[in-house]
Each structure stands twice: as C-alpha cells, then as structure tokens.
C-alpha cells in the first residue's frame, strides 16, 4: 500500500509527526500542506515536513489519496466543509482528535454522504508541547490507535484505515464513539484536568512556590500532563463534558473515602485500599509495551 | 571525611540504596547491616550489600560512626530505643522518612539529650518497588535531601549530616520540620493519595478494566506513583494527616472550579486557567537537575 500524496490539514505536533512517519515508513510519495496560520504551514515546508504549501483545504486535498486532519476537534466541520470539493471520491480520510462522538456528528453535518470516506481515528499520544517545530518521527510508535467506524463505512476502507496506522507501528483498535469517548475520559481528559487542578490548587497557596521547588520524581512524573497545550485541552474537555463530569465525580467519592480513613486513623482499612490500587498499578501494562497479537482478519 | 563502620537499620530500598552508594563513593569502609526480618539482611549481605549481620539493632550500630536508621517512620521511636544502648556517643545517626516532625518526637522520646547525634533526613527520591531486591547505587544521585536540624544541634553536626548526602550525590536543604511536612504533603504525599484515590475511582467502575486497557503514555506517567508500596505510603498519610487533608480540600476546591467551568462551557475561563497552570508546569525544573550553587560555608 502506496499513497501518491498525502494532504495534510493542519501542520502541529500531531499532523507533522503523522507526516514524517508516513514518508519514513514509505506509506506515501508526496505531501501537501495547509494551515489556517499560513506560517505553520511555511515553517512545515522549510523543515521538511510536506513538499508542498497549499493556499486553501481545498487546494491542499486536490490530488491527495489520503488526507489528514489535524485540527482542534471544535474546528472539525468547518475544515471538512472547505476541502469537501476539492476531495477526490477513493480519497481515505482520517482525523486525530482526542474525542469522537463530536468528531462523528460534525463530519456527519459537514460530509453527508461523503462521511463513508472518512475514518474517525485517534491515536492516543502526544506532546506537552504543540507545533510543528516538535514534529517527531517516532511519535506513533509503539502507540495504540481507536478506530471509531460507523455501519457507513465498507470494511474495505477500515482495513485500509487500519493499516495506515500499522505501517506507522501503531496497535489498532475499534470501538464505537460513545464508548471511546468515556473510556478516554477515565484514561486521559479526567487525568488531564485533575494535574491542572491540582498545579492549580498549588499554586493558590502562599507558599506555594515554595513547595513546589521540592517536587521530586513522583511530583515531576505525575505532573507532566499539566504542562499540556491549553487549547487543545479546553477543546477536548469542552467537547467531552459529560464523560469527563462523570469522572471528576467518580474520584471525589474515592478521594472522600481515603480522606475519611485518614481521619480516622484506619490503618487496616487504609494499607488494604493502597494495597490493592498499588497492585494492579504496578499489574498494568501499557498496550503499546505489549507484544501484539497475531496478524488477524480485517476487521468485521 | 571517611567512615569507618556504615550501620544500617533496616535492609530495604532506601537503605541498601544508601549502603551500595556510600560504599562506592569511598564514603564508608565496612557496612554492618540489621532487619527486623532475618532474611532482608540475608539477602543484604548475600547481595554484597552489608558486609555483616547482626543480630539485633544494639548489636550492629557498636563500632559504627554513622547510623542510617532505614525504617518505617512508624517504627522510628522502638528503633531508637532498641540500638541506643550500643550507639558511640561520637557516631552520627540520620533517617530517610518521609515525614519529620513524628520522627523529631519519636527521636527525641527514644533518645532524650543524645537528639543532637540525630539529625532527621529526608532524601526525596524513591521507586514503586520495596525492597533490597531493588537497590541501587544510584538512586540518590541528582536527588534533594532535606535536613530538619534543630536548636540542640552542633553546626559542625549538621555540616558533616550535609556532607555525607553530597558525597552521593545529593542537593542538601534545611527546613523547619513542620514546614518540610507541609511542602511535602503538598508535593509528595498528596499527589501519591490522589493517584491511588484516581486508579480506586477507575476500578469501581464496571467498564474499568476496559478503560484502563486504553490509557497511554500520559496515564502511565500520571499514575506511576499509584503503585508505591503500600505499607509505606499508609504509614506516611496517617503520619502527616494534618497536611495531606489540607491539600485534599485544596484540590477538591480547584477541581470545583474546573468542573464549574467546564459544566457552564465557558472557553475564556477555562483557557485562561488552564494556560496559566500549563506554563508554570512547563517552565518548572526538579531542583536535582538544576546545577548546584557554589559550595557554601557551613549551615547556621
């Protein structure tokens, strides 16, 4: 599988890196890029990121067999709706956002009937730092990706989705949109608002900077994610609010019931909760670190 | 400065770490080792950690001039008591707890005016895993130790407490023990009850094991801290209670905040807080990996 040119919507972190490691992995000839700040766009051809900068979407999609997009997730349908013409009727489409179900309602709006084209992925890594200027080869390495497929689309195009993602040396999953929107929620857009909430918490104390320049390896690990892109997050949180309500709600019942057994003194109670969050802690592994499973059927 | 006998109480992580780096920084000549169970100190000497065993802690702090006293804070006060009578009245005695003002009263019950051989120490590194197993010669390197010295003791006491740490490695601070409670509550102890109150949220949830099969590199970093050992970190939260239910209500009002924000989708609030807590993150460094001033004269 060769892709003449892929069309890339949106030169940052996320789509760069997309690029890179399509040329390196041999996936695709050509590149052709677009931004809204036509600088990114520039800077993505001086690093040699795309081969070509295109004045609008729809320019940019002229000629592409794969097209990515890279934009903020609340930008979605306005960017699906200027490339639509340009779009070529085998061109595979596919996105990067952190959620799906809007992602899905507004490629819906925006596609139509089109939407058979389009695969809603998401590849579940990233950066504390935004731009293209960070665009990293090996970012999709070793990382799983979600497919979020509708009864749209053909099996043969979410084959073809999947293995873009593999060539990429990507684990590919599928789920629906719901499901991965409040399974990321838990594992992903709730962690990230608990670090803001809690650099935010430190830092409305008066001493806090004073504290904070005694964090060690566990603050510096655990805080890592708070360092995150602020647009990208207040998108993925606003877009995602309910699955992620629901999960602030879940950990201030838990941090309650730890709070009461401090209180209490309840030292039983308390060694046997750690002991057993700490365990399967230290059980988990991260799907990526994980040797894949046999090469399977496409999927059905 | 050169010790002449290395007195290890308590053959665990933070010991044997210390035992394997003092050694190999010339700092120390023989190591005699003691564990409230036999076999961790076994296994110390078997893995060429500690050269002798003793039998009881009296037992191995006799001939020694530096004492590292490697135990749960918990137990610091028995400890003391227990090794007291065999302790050269010349011998320098530190601990590694991760709270101070329970061991400054537990040492100051157990040891009466000898106090001012024992200055409470607090090295803030660590790893998930217990253990003689997992220690390393490295684990203090580039790390901050915290010394909570009080009025009784001698200036050239604290100087030589500070010098050893540096010897491996170590950035060297003081602090009022109540202040280092407090700082550490806010970035140490906090932080590990929140992670192991997130990874019990998660679990709760009938579609857990399902979610957590999904998180990526930000989950593993954010959580790596939920998997500290269990004895320990129980022991440090009921320890240092006071501070750590301060922090619990602190994040819980940020986290109010956030989710008031997120819930009334407010994108300018919400960007503002999040940029603003973003940028303090990404520009913050671990003091470790800050160069170290010029050495300075001796602490007063």
Chains 1, 2 share one sequence.
């Not at 997309?18 to 600088?39: D, I, M, P, Q, T």
């Not at 497929?149 to 993602?165: D, I, N």
């Not at 060694?271 to 799907?287: E, H, N, P, T």
Request: one cysteine or more.
């Amino acid at each position: 599988m060769v892709f003449e040119q892929l069309a890339l919507i949106g030169c940052g972190l996320m789509g760069g890196s997309f690029a890179l490691a399509a040329r390196e992995a041999g996936l695709v000839k050509r590149v052709s890029g677009y931004s809204r700040s036509a600088h990114s766009a520039q800077r993505a051809q001086a690093l040699g990121v795309v081969d070509t900068v295109a004045a609008t979407a729809e320019q940019c999609v002229q000629g592409a067999d794969l097209v990515l997009l890279a934009v903020p997730v609340a930008s979605t349908e306005a960017t699906l709706r200027s490339l639509l013409p340009g779009l070529a009727p085998h061109a595979l489409v596919m996105d990067v956002g952190s959620t799906k179900q809007d992602v899905v309602l507004a490629a819906q709006a925006a596609m139509g009937e089109r939407m058979a084209q389009f695969v809603p992925a998401h590849p579940i890594c990233g950066k504390e730092v935004a731009g293209i200027e960070h665009a990293d080869a090996k970012l999709y390495q070793h990382q799983q990706v979600i497919l979020t497929p509708l009864p749209c689309h053909a099996q043969a195009t979410v084959a073809q989705a999947s293995e873009v993602w593999r060539r990429l040396g990507c684990r590919v999953r599928e789920l629906a949109p719901a499901l991965h929107d409040q399974a990321l929620a838990a594992v992903s857009h709730f962690p990230h608002m608990m670090a803001f909430a809690f650099m935010h918490s430190l830092m409305a104390q008066p001493e806090g900077e004073q504290f904070l320049a005694l964090g060690g390896p566990g603050f510096r690990d655990s805080t890592r994610i708070a360092a995150g892109d602020a647009d990208l997050w207040c998108d993925v949180l606003l877009a995602n609010s309910g699955p992620v309500l629901a999960q602030a709600q879940g950990l201030r019942r838990a941090l309650a019931e730890l709070e009461g057994l401090v209180q209490r003194q309840d030292r039983p109670a308390l060694r046997g909760l750690i002991a057993q969050v700490s365990q399967r802690r230290a059980d988990w592994r991260m799907a990526g670190d994980i040797a894949p499973p046999p090469p399977s059927s496409p999927a059905d």
